[in-house]
């Protein structure tokens, strides 16, 4: 990433080649399954709006599994229990892949994105937490519209044909691996109703053989799979939610190859493949099944919305999603800028903050997921929260399409411009021009930092 004459990072800059061609891999892979998700959301909604939404009802509510396991669990739980640890391991082989090889581990680069994803979910909670004030117990879900979901954004930015310039659709995924590391460690923390230790101490002997097995760098599903679904089985029985279990099986599996003597140098390693195997899952199957059970809520029309809106848990998520996001996001990001003199990359600038920022109050996976949590699936107060979810993402959605879609001609030059290669070595050239600029800049702070000593 190109830096400013201080040293600190361009906002927005692009990174490194190898980087952008990898993220540009998996935001592909996200719009898919966004695009489905949305689909999955619609079909819920048409379906518990019309005349047989009782079959709807039915069938989320129809449970399967072993009663002595305590594992009978609704269609509508295991999608939520049991398909989103799915999406959570996925998201937690991205997270150590970030802080080991990507991004965030240089503190430098990951300043912003970091501070951006925290202002975004503690200005939404406040606002939430601020119009629920001496309500009836409704505070608990201040946690709702702290969560981005990117597959959503990232489908919307499909349907409206915005194609946002490297720099920012990378620090769009960078916020949301955080937003993701962050909204876990919310669940766990906040939203654990009982804990049953016995339970979470054995959990952790699977997880350290499952933990082992990947260090050695074994791919054996036969051994690792039954592994990993008893670490899940057991994290549910321990009364933390059982997602966790899969954030955990995701850091354990190692993300560069190990540098034995006569073996490869460090590269990819384990955690790529696992995500190559299992991302179509999360994105193609396991978020849009969750949001086809999750999503379905009966609005009843004008007055019905207006009866969920009118509740001030709804009212709380529409606000914090659309005001609490863009204030967080775009007020970290100022500090950021204020007190590191950073400076803006070219053609980009405030109103490419707001966008992004808007784009970040596209709340939906988790935010669904938190308020069931909150108030209990199936529950009148869960069905505004759906309602206040739905709103408050259709409203940032558009909001953020207007935005963007004034500076789309912007960002199709930049696009246009980050494709050309006139030495036709299958590196753009503009990565080329930003790595020597890097490097002259360390050269020429080398002696300053050498005279300093």
């Given at each position: 990433?190109?830096?400013?004459?201080?040293?600190?990072?361009?906002?927005?800059?692009?990174?490194?080649?190898?980087?952008?061609?990898?993220?540009?891999?998996?935001?592909?892979?996200?719009?898919?399954?966004?695009?489905?998700?949305?689909?999955?959301?619609?079909?819920?909604?048409v379906?518990?709006?019309?005349?047989?939404?009782?079959?709807?009802?039915?069938?989320?509510?129809?449970?399967?599994?072993?009663?002595?396991?305590?594992?009978?669990?609704?269609?509508?739980?295991?999608?939520?229990?049991?398909?989103?640890?799915?999406?959570?391991?996925?998201?937690?082989?991205?997270?150590?892949?970030?802080?080991?090889?990507?991004?965030?581990?240089?503190?430098?680069?990951?300043?912003?994105?970091?501070?951006?994803?925290?202002?975004?979910?503690?200005?939404?909670?406040?606002?939430?937490?601020?119009?629920?004030?001496?309500?009836?117990?409704?505070?608990?879900?201040?946690?709702?519209?702290?969560?981005?979901?990117?597959?959503?954004?990232l489908?919307?930015?499909?349907?409206?044909?915005?194609?946002?310039?490297t720099?920012?659709?990378?620090?769009?995924?960078t916020?949301?691996?955080?937003?993701?590391?962050?909204?876990?460690?919310?669940?766990?923390?906040?939203?654990?109703?009982?804990?049953?230790?016995?339970?979470?101490?054995?959990?952790?002997?699977?997880?350290?053989?499952?933990?082992?097995?990947?260090?050695?760098?074994?791919?054996?599903?036969?051994?690792?799979?039954?592994?990993?679904?008893?670490?899940?089985?057991?994290?549910?029985?321990?009364?933390?939610?059982?997602?966790?279990?899969g954030?955990?099986l995701?850091?354990?599996?190692?993300?560069?190859?190990?540098?034995?003597?006569?073996?490869?140098?460090?590269?990819?390693?384990?955690?790529?493949?696992?995500?190559?195997?299992?991302?179509?899952?999360?994105?193609?199957?396991?978020?849009?099944?969750?949001?086809?059970?999750?999503?379905?809520?009966?609005?009843?029309?004008?007055?019905?919305?207006?009866?969920?809106?009118?509740?001030?848990?709804?009212?709380?998520?529409?606000?914090?999603?659309?005001?609490?996001?863009?204030?967080?996001?775009?007020?970290?990001?100022?500090?950021?800028?204020?007190?590191?003199?950073?400076?803006?990359?070219?053609?980009?600038?405030?109103?490419?903050?707001?966008?992004?920022?808007?784009l970040?109050?596209?709340?939906?996976?988790?935010?669904?997921?938190?308020?069931?949590?909150?108030?209990?699936?199936?529950?009148?107060?869960?069905?505004?929260?759906k309602?206040?979810?739905?709103v408050?993402?259709?409203?940032?959605?558009?909001?953020?399409?207007?935005?963007?879609?004034?500076?789309?001609?912007?960002?199709?030059?930049?696009?246009?411009?980050?494709?050309?290669?006139?030495?036709?070595?299958?590196?753009?050239?503009?990565?080329?021009?930003?790595?020597?600029?890097?490097?002259?800049?360390?050269?020429?702070?080398?002696?300053?930092?050498?005279?300093?000593?």
């Amino acid at each position: 990433m190109p830096s400013t004459a201080s040293g600190a990072p361009r906002v927005f800059g692009r990174g490194s080649w190898a980087e952008a061609s990898r993220l540009a891999d998996v935001l592909r892979r996200e719009t898919v399954g966004g695009v489905l998700l949305l689909i999955g959301t619609l079909v819920a909604l048409v379906w518990a709006n019309s005349p047989w939404s009782a079959a709807y009802e039915t069938l989320r509510d129809t449970r399967v599994g072993p009663e002595s396991l305590h594992l009978d669990l609704t269609l509508g739980q295991w999608a939520a229990d049991g398909l989103l640890a799915v999406f959570f391991f996925v998201a937690g082989l991205e997270l150590k892949r970030e802080f080991v090889a990507g991004d965030l581990r240089d503190p430098k680069r990951a300043l912003l994105p970091v501070a951006a994803a925290v202002g975004g979910m503690t200005a939404p909670a406040i606002v939430y937490v601020v119009l629920n004030l001496g309500g009836d117990g409704a505070v608990e879900g201040w946690a709702i519209p702290t969560a981005t979901d990117i597959a959503f954004a990232l489908a919307v930015l499909a349907v409206i044909s915005t194609h946002l310039p490297t720099g920012l659709r990378t620090f769009l995924l960078t916020l949301a691996v955080v937003d993701d590391l962050l909204a876990i460690t919310i669940i766990a923390l906040f939203y654990t109703s009982s804990l049953a230790a016995g339970w979470l101490a054995l959990a952790l002997v699977p997880l350290g053989l499952f933990t082992v097995l990947v260090q050695k760098r074994v791919r054996s599903w036969w051994l690792l799979l039954p592994l990993a679904v008893l670490t899940w089985a057991l994290v549910h029985a321990s009364g933390v939610h059982a997602t966790v279990a899969g954030v955990l099986l995701g850091f354990a599996v190692p993300v560069l190859r190990s540098r034995a003597a006569g073996g490869p140098d460090a590269g990819p390693g384990l955690a790529e493949h696992f995500e190559h195997r299992f991302r179509p899952l999360s994105a193609g199957i396991a978020v849009p099944v969750f949001a086809f059970f999750a999503a379905g809520v009966t609005v009843g029309g004008f007055s019905g919305l207006a009866d969920s809106l009118g509740d001030r848990v709804a009212l709380g998520i529409v606000a914090g999603l659309v005001v609490g996001k863009l204030v967080g996001i775009a007020g970290s990001t100022w500090l950021v800028v204020r007190f590191t003199r950073a400076e803006f990359a070219d053609d980009l600038g405030w109103w490419d903050v707001i966008g992004v920022a808007l784009l970040g109050g596209i709340g939906f996976t988790v935010s669904l997921l938190i308020g069931e949590l909150a108030f209990g699936q199936g529950s009148e107060r869960d069905d505004h929260v759906k309602v206040g979810v739905l709103v408050g993402t259709l409203i940032s959605a558009l909001l953020a399409t207007v935005v963007l879609r004034m500076r789309n001609r912007r960002y199709r030059r930049i696009a246009e411009e980050e494709q050309v290669d006139a030495d036709q070595d299958s590196i753009p050239d503009v990565y080329q021009r930003d790595a020597e600029e890097a490097a002259r800049t360390a050269a020429r702070r080398s002696p300053e930092a050498s005279a300093e000593g």
